[in-house]
């Protein structure tokens, strides 16, 4: 099991820029989640999807920010347009439904905007 | 609401001096708590979870239902203990974690 795999992992784009971030969750995983991590904010959940459906997106900063899950398979978050103070990293993690213990984060994508 | 607090953004300790990473929580339901735990520049690992009651590489943590906490020792730390350490409270549904701020752990020689 490659478990979940994020890319890119590292990302440099100018501010103003289109992002997007992509993850496959592990196969059999019901649940995605999306987390940025800062060393201001620490972790902070921005949208997770049971089953391929948005459930709570309360996390997302702003409508720059939106998450799709067109399948079980793939998912992506994409910022437009990017700022500098959206710099972070961004990791994917995924688990059965109704586990919470059975998160397995990805290696996480680092982004910088300049 | 769930929240959880990690109040020391960092904790500097010599290597064989006891550790202890502290963890309060706030939650209505019956709480389900775990630690991760996240070596420089890799992913997000769990530790252990209090459900277990288990020792993961020398750690332990109870959980304080009257105090509301769940802080993570270890009696005698190890260099290659350093890294970022984040407590985190699951929901009644399950289907949720809520992580704390997270305190980066240093061990110095």
């Known amino acids: 099991d490659a478990g979940v795999i994020q890319s890119p992992r590292h990302e440099v784009t100018e501010m103003g820029q289109e992002v997007t971030l992509r993850c496959k969750p592990i196969?059999?995983?019901?649940?995605l989640f999306w987390y940025r991590q800062t060393m201001m904010r620490g972790l902070e959940l921005l949208i997770y999807?049971?089953?391929?459906?948005?459930?709570?997106d309360s996390g997302m900063p702003e409508d720059r920010f939106s998450a799709k899950m067109p399948n079980a398979s793939f998912s992506t978050l994409k910022i437009q347009p990017s700022e500098p103070r959206d710099s972070a990293v961004y990791f994917c993690?995924?688990?059965?439904?109704?586990?919470?213990?059975?998160?397995?984060f990805g290696s996480g994508t680092r982004l910088t905007v300049v | 609401a769930q929240r959880v607090t990690q109040p020391e953004k960092l904790l500097s300790v010599f290597k064989g001096a006891p550790v202890e990473l502290k963890c309060n929580y706030s939650?209505?339901?019956?709480?389900?708590l775990f630690w991760y735990v996240q070596y420089s520049r890799q992913r997000l690992q769990l530790l252990l979870r209090?459900?277990s009651r288990e020792s993961i590489k020398g750690f332990t943590a109870d959980l304080n239902k009257g105090e509301t906490s769940f802080h993570l020792k270890k009696p005698f730390a190890q260099e290659e203990d350093s890294a970022m350490y984040y407590c985190?409270?699951?929901?009644?549904?399950?289907?949720?974690?809520?992580f704390g701020g997270g305190t980066r752990l240093m061990v110095k020689p």
């Open positions: 993690a995924s688990r059965p439904v109704g586990r919470s213990y059975g998160y397995t």
């Open positions: 196969s059999g995983h019901n649940s």
């Open positions: 999807f049971n089953n391929n459906v948005p459930i709570d």
């Open positions: 939650y209505s339901g019956s709480p389900e």
């Open positions: 209090h459900i």
């Open positions: 985190a409270l699951g929901n009644n549904a399950g289907n949720m974690l809520t």
